[in-house]
Every structure is written in structure tokens, then in C-alpha cells.
């Protein structure tokens, strides 16, 4: 009797403890968010406090700024913090076929880095991230914008407007304002068993925001 109380006082603490832990990750606390967020995420994401034209072509992530509270560029929805937690947990629960990695981290770092995010406004308009449209963090896990860019999971796209198309199988001479409105639309539709995984802009807006920036992409 008396180790049965005890064994229920031992479970009633774990419980009490339990939910302290809880509570004091829910704080989140950002300056050590912010140390997660630079050894952690900019190995793929750039740097929300400086930002630059070089480093949103290069890596291969989405630019963060202002994410939280905000609808997710990749479809997973509004991103609070609930969302953001189980994001950055385990991305493949929202998005199976994402390529933003698991990381190894505690569920105070998570919580900890999504209080450092809350932390970083949106950009203003064209701050900061010059020419590049908010709709071309889209390509940037797969393509290199750079002028000598390399190949990622498809080819780089510096200079691709006005030049004839670098793969097989698309019914087009040339990759022109037509040309890639069509692509951008669906890119399965063009070419049925492409690699370019990518379910298409809906929207006219976005298509030739992404094309305009394209345009301005060359020497
Ligand atoms: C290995 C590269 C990589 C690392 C490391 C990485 N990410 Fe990502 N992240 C990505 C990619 C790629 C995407 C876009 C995923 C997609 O399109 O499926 C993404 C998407 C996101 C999104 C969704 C943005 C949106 O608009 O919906 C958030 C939030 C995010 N990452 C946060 C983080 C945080 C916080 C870390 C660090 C703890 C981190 N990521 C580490 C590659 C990475
Ligand atoms: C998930 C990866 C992925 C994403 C995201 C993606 N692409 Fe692609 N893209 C590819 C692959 C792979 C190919 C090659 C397709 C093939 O050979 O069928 C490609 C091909 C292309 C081509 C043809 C290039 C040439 O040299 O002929 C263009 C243009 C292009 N993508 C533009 C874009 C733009 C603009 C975006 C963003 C809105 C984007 N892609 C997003 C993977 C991607």
C-alpha cells in the first residue's frame, strides 16, 4: 500500500516537473534561438538579419523573415508558432517529399528558435533582397541563379531567358515570356515525367513576377 502511494506521489511529481518543462519551453527564449538559427539553419537559410542578393542565390532554404504568423510560401499553411514547432521538428509530417532536413535538435532549441524567428519582421518592399521577388524562393532549393552557376537538381537559370531550352523533351526553341509562362504554369503539363517537381504557379501575378526577374538575369 504504502510503495503504492509512493509510486503514485513519484508519478504525480513527474508530472508536476513535466509540465514545468513544458511551460518554460513554451517561453522560447531568442538569443539562444538565434545562436541555433546561425550554426543550425543557415547552413541552408540565409541570414534574416543580413540578407543579401549573394546568399538568397545560393542557398538553397526560403528567405525566413517575417515567416512567423505568416502564410507559409510552400504551402503548409498559416505559420504559428504551433506549425512553425512542428515544422522544424519534423518536416516530413507536413511535407513528406521536402528536402528540408530533420534536424537533431531538443524541443527547447526548437521552441527557442521559433521565438528568435518571431523576433524578424517581413522585409519591406524590395528591402534587402533586391530584384529577386518573394515567388523565386521557390526555385532556390533547386536551381543556382548565379552567373556561373552550377548545376543543382536542374540547371542554372542565370541568363536563361532568350536562350534555347538546356533539356530534352519541352516543345520549345527558345525559353521567352511565353515559353516559361507556360512552364510556370505546369511544368508536368509541358513536359508529362519531368523531373522539375514543381506543381506550377496558379497565378499570373506570380508567373511573370518570377519571369520579369529572370529577364533581368543576364550579362
Ligand atoms: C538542409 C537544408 C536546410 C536546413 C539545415 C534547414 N532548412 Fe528550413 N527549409 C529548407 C528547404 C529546402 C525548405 C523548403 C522546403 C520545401 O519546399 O519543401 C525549408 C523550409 C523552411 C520553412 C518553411 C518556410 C515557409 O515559407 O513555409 C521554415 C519555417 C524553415 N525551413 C525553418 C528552418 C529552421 C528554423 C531551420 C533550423 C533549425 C531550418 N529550416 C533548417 C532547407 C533547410
Ligand atoms: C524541386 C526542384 C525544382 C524546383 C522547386 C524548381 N525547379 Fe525548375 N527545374 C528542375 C529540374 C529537375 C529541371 C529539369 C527538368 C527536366 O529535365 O525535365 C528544371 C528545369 C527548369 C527550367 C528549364 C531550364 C533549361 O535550361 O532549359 C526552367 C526555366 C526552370 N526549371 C525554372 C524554374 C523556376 C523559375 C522555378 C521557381 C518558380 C523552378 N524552376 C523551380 C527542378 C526544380
Known sequence: MGACRGFIRLVGLLFCVGG?????????NAE????????????????????DEEQIRIRAGLD???????????????????RLI???SKPRDLKPDTQMIRLPLTDQQVVD???????IPAPHEGEGMSKA?????RCHACHDFRPDGKTKVGPPLYGVFGRAP??????????DADTLDRWLTSP??????????????????????????LKSLHD
Open 20 to 28: 514545468f518543462a513544458m511551460q518554460a519551453q513554451a517561453e522560447g
Open 32 to 51: 539562444a534561438g538565434r545562436y541555433v538559427f546561425q550554426s543550425d539553419c543557415m547552413f541552408c537559410h540565409q541570414d534574416v538579419e543580413h540578407p
Open 64 to 82: 525566413l523573415r517575417g515567416i512567423f504568423g505568416s502564410e507559409s510560401a510552400i504551402g503548409l499553411g498559416i505559420m504559428d508558432e504551433k
Open 86 to 88: 512542428q515544422w522544424i
Open 113 to 119: 528558435v521559433v521565438a528568435y524567428l518571431k523576433t
Open 133 to 137: 521577388p518573394l515567388q523565386s524562393r
Open 166 to 175: 538546356s533539356i530534352q523533351g519541352v516543345p520549345f526553341t527558345v525559353w
Open 188 to 213: 508536368a503539363s509541358v513536359k508529362p515525367g519531368t523531373k522539375m517537381r514543381f506543381e506550377g504557379f496558379k497565378e499570373a501575378a506570380d508567373r511573370s513576377a518570377v519571369i520579369e526577374y
